[in-house]
């Protein structure tokens, strides 16, 4: 896998004065069986914090169902590359995978039931829930004009948070697919900072 193979200033044109370049994100797969909300509302979320982080950085979601079955292991071939993001209409080209994982905790909080003395659905208001939703993004960028990979680097993103909530309920359930966004805004904290860093190769 290619890592960090050319300065990412340059990659995403945060350069003051620079034109921004045209940058394509197409939906994220989500691999593992945990996924609280749809690859196009998470990419909705991500696109807005990119763009609220980076508001020179001209960043649009595109379809494109190909990139599906390119390899994990293995770049596309660069004319697939070149072809694809010709008939976008961008400069840059952006995709990958997220896989998740969500875990919950009965915290205790003040005096009161144990956790074991509940009714199936019920918790007691000294009690909370610790909900937290971590996972890695495998990210890829490429450059349309020469179809070579720039960036395929891995991230981590999570979040955390408690509720009063019972587990199954749907406000517990709304608050994991807040996480989930959340972690959004962490995956583009990410792609900023590493934008803004210039590596050597």
């Known amino acids: 896998m290619l890592k960090k193979i050319v300065p990412l200033m ?19 797969r989500f691999t593992g069986d945990y996924q609280p909300v749809s690859a196009a509302d998470f990419m909705t979320s991500l696109r807005a914090e990119v763009q609220k982080k980076a508001p020179n950085l001209n960043v649009v979601l595109v379809d494109a169902p190909e990139v599906a079955h390119w390899s994990d292991m293995l770049p596309p071939d660069p004319n697939q590359i070149k072809a694809l ?11 990958g995978s997220i896989k998740l994982s969500t875990e919950s905790k009965l915290m205790r909080t003040g005096g009161g039931a144990n956790p074991g003395d509940l009714f199936p659905g019920q918790t007691p208001g000294t009690y909370r829930y610790i909900i ?14 020469s179809g070579k990979i720039l960036l395929d680097e891995p991230f981590a993103i ?31 904290d990410q792609i900023v900072r590493q934008a803004k860093r210039e590596v050597q190769p």
């Open 10 to 28: 340059a990659l995403f044109a945060l350069q003051a004065g620079a034109d921004p370049l045209r940058y394509g994100f197409v939906p994220v």
């Open 85 to 95: 993001t010709k008939r976008l209409g961008v400069d840059r080209l952006a995709w």
């Open 132 to 145: 937290t939703v971590a996972g890695a993004a495998d990210i890829n960028v490429a450059d349309g004009a």
């Open 158 to 188: 999570f979040g955390s948070e408690s509720t009063s909530a019972a587990e199954g309920t749907t406000r517990f359930d709304d608050v994991e697919k807040q996480l989930t966004l959340q972690c959004s805004e962490d995956l583009a």
